[in-house]
């Protein structure tokens, strides 16, 4: 009898590194259990550039990877993984793994001179959009991967942890 693997299983196997952190173990099962309302992590009104420019500062000096979510309050997908960065196990992780910084594209219009930064001068293909960044080297670590959480609402909430633990060495 053959055994199927879960597609977000799959792409998680594909890409981890074999140097990888190990995730941290998600205690909730779906996202009716993260806190309501979800949240709005975008904020039309921070100057991105300099908001990127000082959790790039702050990652290098504290030995962390940058993750730019770019993306908008419009968005589902955004504010699922905006209420799992908030889930006490994840943010723990992300906590001493990464320094964040959102940043509103509003309906893939605003903003767009950041990604462009990291080669990404079409047309951003979803959102949320995640550039996990090597604030010493400010190279894009996931090329290729970028948009792999743009349907975060088919995935589990461990399957969110497994994707973002596979970038951090």
């Known amino acids: 009898m053959r055994r199927l693997i879960p597609v977000s299983l799959l792409t998680f196997m594909a890409f ?3 140097n990888a952190v190990p995730a941290p173990k998600i205690a909730i099962s ?3 259990q993260l806190a309501h309302p979800l949240p709005m992590p975008y904020n039309e ?3 991105a550039e300099k908001a990127v420019a000082e959790a790039r500062a702050k990652a290098k000096k504290a030995n962390k990877l940058l993750l730019i979510d770019l993306g908008g309050n419009w968005c589902p997908d955004c504010r699922i993984l905006g209420g799992m960065f908030d889930q006490p196990d994840l943010k723990r992780f992300m906590d001493k793994h990464y320094e964040i910084v959102t940043v509103d594209v509003g309906r893939f219009d605003k903003n767009l001179s950041i990604p462009a930064h990291y080669g990404l001068n079409d047309r951003l293909k979803g959102a ?3 550039l996990i960044v090597d604030p ?3 190279k894009l670590l996931n090329p290729g991967h ?4 743009a349907d975060a609402r088919s995935m ?3 399957a ?3 994707w973002l633990a596979q970038w951090v060495h």
Request: charged share 20%.
């Open 16 to 18: 981890s590194p074999a």
């Open 30 to 32: 779906n996202f009716d």
């Open 45 to 47: 009104r921070v100057h």
């Open 128 to 130: 949320p959009t995640l």
């Open 136 to 138: 010493k080297t400010d």
């Open 146 to 149: 970028v948009t792999a959480l």
């Open 156 to 158: 589990t909430p461990q």
């Open 160 to 162: 969110i942890a497994d």
